[in-house]
């Protein structure tokens, strides 16, 4: 099995990935959505967090043979990133959402070195906005980013074309079609629930509005 579905195997496993069409979650978006996913719970699982820093250590190495540097975004790549930079080596920072409001008001936790190549870690990439304001916020200071690498992304429209227009190539271990592909095979959902799980991620914005409940 490779590793787009072992993985996606594994978050449903762990239910750090859940799937619920007929009763959808609702995202601090204000989304309704059929999908939930919390990757942080991958941390309380060592088989799965070693497959993880293990399969983003290999696709850095692959991609990225000249990085110098890691940086995880808060919160939820704090864990997962620290792990990735210990295990090739490398210096870590990770990047705050906003500026802390008290102390010397960081953004970015560690020792920022100006010119150090480095790779971003995420755990989830939606719309990408969260994201690449980490990738904004390491530009700013003079750290230049070679791209950035997450477990899992529900590859919208809005989320490649704001990476486009960031100029910030992302590689995933995973993704939303291997994710149904498996939920399939596996029994986790049903064929006819399927669809609906397919028809939200073209529009997740409207999908809400749209008479699901």
Known sequence: MDTQKRLAENLLQIKAI??????????ASGW????YCDNRKTLSYPEVRDYLKESFAALIRQHYPGVEGIAGVATGAI??????????RLPFVYVRSKPKDHGLTNMIEGEVVPGRRTVVVEDLISTGRSSLNAVAALREVGVPVL???????YDFDV???AFREAGCELHTLTDYH????VAVDTGSIRSDELATLQEWRKDPAAWGRGGQS
Do not use: C, Q, Y
């Not at 859940?18 to 995202?27: E, I, Q, V």
């Not at 864990?79 to 090739?88: K, P, S």
């Open 18 to 27: 859940k799937l619920s069409p007929a009763n959808p979650f609702t995202w």
């Open 147 to 153: 791209g950035m690498v997450a477990i899992f992304t």
């Open 32 to 35: 309704r959505s059929p999908i």
């Open 79 to 88: 864990g997962i990133g620290a792990l990735v930079a210990d295990l090739l």
């Open 178 to 181: 291997h994710l149904l592909a």
């Open 159 to 161: 989320a490649r074309e």
